[in-house]
């Protein structure tokens, strides 16, 4: 990433944050308060609630992290929270993350879908990683990262995980990042069962940034991820409580067909329908912003996943590590994206079709 002065930075990342979203309708989110659709999870003295309810911080400091969690499981829906992450002089490796899984329900066969932002090192930008797993896929990581188009700890930006039967997206703002569109090759990958929606923050020391490299400094700390505009939609599946007994296979069943109404509810919602428009704005973010692909890794991975679309031209752009092969400079990353054609398919389809 080119360092450029803050001025200057802030024009260019308002102009690519256009050029990204233009014409995308926002999403419609019904927001909720804190105690309305959550509970804490650990840290409980650093999780700081406003007096309306409607925005919690998650404070890091010497003695712990903190957590909350949805007070139910979903069978499929979306998971949505504007996100404000730590002041920058952070230099270190504290890891917000939100994320849906239920491995404490299912410990060997658990699903999860991950926004994680990785710690910052001071003067560099922030980057989010999304992941994928299904029915304890853990030796298959499905990683993709990249640098966001804005500054995320100077105001608040939406993040989102829609999860239909048929598909996952993730959305930053209104664009859609990501989308793995569910496949019969995929098997158990593909998230199934019901999962809670988890917010955290701890010290990643070990592993975020740059493998370890740079600690939390708790000099600069407490580090604060402040999350809002709470949104949970989708098929509510048991009693709060993060302890779920293990569900039969019968319970499934039921609890899937509880989860019709609902689910028709979100195939039908605006966010789950992939036009063209979004399905452009999702070709250029990742041009412009993917810095890694589990899809491209092929140290990692020999055999591509049978749910990579590799396209060639893309492809070029990555090494073998599945990492960017040049360092993104966002001027040059502009006129390159004309050249790519749609690597999606251009038809308009139902993410729950
Ligand atoms: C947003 O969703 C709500 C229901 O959740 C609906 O009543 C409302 O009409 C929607 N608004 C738009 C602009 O689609
Ligand atoms: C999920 O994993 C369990 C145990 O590892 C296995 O028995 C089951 O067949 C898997 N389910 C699917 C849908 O792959």
Redesign the pocket.
């Known amino acids: 990433m080119a360092r450029l002065a803050p001025a200057a930075t802030a024009v260019m990342v308002l102009a690519t944050i256009v050029s990204v979203a233009a014409g995308l309708q926002a999403i419609?989110?019904?927001t909720m308060s804190f105690e309305e659709g959550y509970a804490p999870l650990f840290g409980h003295d650093n999780i700081l609630r406003s007096a309306d309810d409607r925005t919690v911080s998650l404070l890091l400091d010497r003695t712990t992290g903190s957590g909350f969690i949805s007070s139910a499981m979903y069978q499929h829906g979306l998971f949505s929270a504007s996100i404000k992450l730590p002041s920058d002089y952070t230099a270190g490796a504290s890891s917000p993350s939100m994320l849906t899984s239920n491995a404490d329900v299912f410990e060997k066969r658990h699903d999860e879908l991950d926004f994680e932002f990785l710690g910052n090192i001071r003067g560099k930008p922030w980057r989010v990683q999304t992941n994928v797993y299904g029915n304890g896929s853990v030796s298959r990581g499905r990683e993709e990262r990249y640098v966001l188009p804005f500054d995320p700890t100077t105001e608040f930006h939406r993040y989102s995980i829609l999860w239909t039967p048929s598909a996952v997206a993730f959305y930053v703002d209104d664009v859609p990042v990501r989308e793995v569109r569910r496949s019969p090759a995929m098997g158990g990958d593909f998230p199934s069962k019901p999962m809670s929606l988890y917010a955290t923050v701890w010290d990643a020391s070990n592993w975020a940034t740059s493998g370890g490299k740079y600690k939390v400094n708790y000099r600069y700390g407490p580090f604060v991820a402040s999350f809002t505009d709470l949104a949970l939609?989708g098929c509510r599946v048991d009693q709060p409580g993060i302890r779920m007994t293990m569900m039969p296979p019968a319970g499934e069943v039921e609890s899937y067909r509880r989860c019709a109404a609902a689910e028709e509810r979100l195939r039908a919602?605006?966010v789950a329908v992939m036009t063209l428009e979004k399905q452009q704005a999702m070709r250029r973010f990742r041009e412009q912003f993917m810095v890694y692909s589990y899809c491209y890794d092929t140290l990692r991975y020999p055999v591509p996943f049978p749910e990579c679309d590799v396209v060639e031209s893309e492809r070029r752009r990555f090494k073998d590590s599945g990492h960017l092969r040049f360092a993104l400079r966002r001027g040059q990353q502009r006129r390159r994206g004309g050249r790519h054609q749609g690597r999606r398919g251009t038809r308009e389809h139902v993410v729950a079709s």
Do not use: E, K, L, Q
Request: charged share 15%; net charge negative; glycine share 0%.
């Open positions: 419609n989110v019904t939609a919602a605006d």
